[in-house]
């Protein structure tokens, strides 16, 4: 991970934690279920725009980095990661 992914994505993580934060403590003052539901989304969308990143770079690192070594070893088992990441992806 860059520097520039890292700080960027501790900042959101900072943010998400504010975020749910505040939901718990809607949550303990009794606010409407759709208000409480509507910002799980927002915490969840939050999540997703990280994770993106987080393959953005990877593909343009590490997988990329592996392919072009001419190790195929190497190739299969971030290949294989990958793959890992998308079954477990499809069982949500």
Do not use: P, W
């Amino acid at each position: 991970m860059t520097n520039a992914l890292k700080k960027d994505s501790l900042k959101r993580y900072a943010y998400i934690i504010g975020h749910l934060k505040g939901i718990q403590k809607m949550v303990e003052d009794d606010i409407y279920c759709m208000d409480v539901f509507n910002q799980n989304i927002a915490v969840i969308e939050a999540i997703k725009k990280i994770n993106l990143r987080i393959l953005d770079g990877h593909l343009n690192s590490c997988v990329s980095s592996a392919i072009l070594s001419g190790r195929a070893k190497e190739k299969k088992r971030v290949l294989g990661e990958l793959l890992e990441v998308f079954k477990y992806k499809g069982k949500s």
